[in-house]
């Protein structure tokens, strides 16, 4: 074989080798119940749809926001149809943060304190924001005792 024609065909089964491996670490990463440790040693935490959806009727975000127009009316809307049908969840946050010194305001006057959320907790509640059918499941029986008495005082007008 030349040594053109070698580099060529090593270039080939490299190229070949790298699109293999890359296909398989999405597909266990997409199968995976797990968080997914990247090689920079970055940890991706599992995003549940389901425990965001009982987060996000506990914690307080539905005091303000809604899901298939049940929740508070004080801010936007967070249904998955609203949401772009591709987006990176740190974009999610980065949205969350740009609104942060308006959301701490209105969660110390309607929830009496800041919420306070852990990284699992945040990518639980932006996979219920972007899942369509979690959110199909989301009543108004998942909310705490407090968020439904919130929300009831802010229909009633007295929030």
């Not at 266990?28 to 090689?39: E, M, Q, T, W």
């Not at 801010?75 to 943060?97: Q, V």
Request: with cysteine; glycine share 8%.
């Amino acid at each position: 074989m030349k040594k053109s024609s070698l580099s060529g065909f090593m270039l080939a089964l490299a190229l070949g080798a790298g699109a293999l491996a890359l296909s398989s670490t999405q597909a266990v990463f997409a199968a995976s119940d797990s968080p997914a440790i990247l090689s920079t040693g970055l940890i991706v935490p599992e995003m549940d749809a389901a425990l965001g959806r009982e987060l996000f009727a506990t914690k307080g975000c539905a005091v303000c926001h809604s899901v298939n127009g049940i929740g508070g009316e004080d801010a936007p809307p967070l249904d998955a149809e609203y949401m772009d049908a591709m987006m990176n969840p740190f974009e999610f946050a980065t949205r969350m943060w740009r609104a942060a010194d308006a959301m701490r305001a209105m969660q110390r006057s309607e929830w009496g304190d800041v919420i306070d959320l852990t990284g699992e907790e945040l990518a639980a509640i932006t996979a219920f924001v972007h899942d369509p059918q979690e959110q199909a499941k989301y009543t108004k029986d998942d909310w705490s005792e407090k968020v439904a008495d919130l929300i009831a005082e802010a229909q009633a007008g007295g929030g």
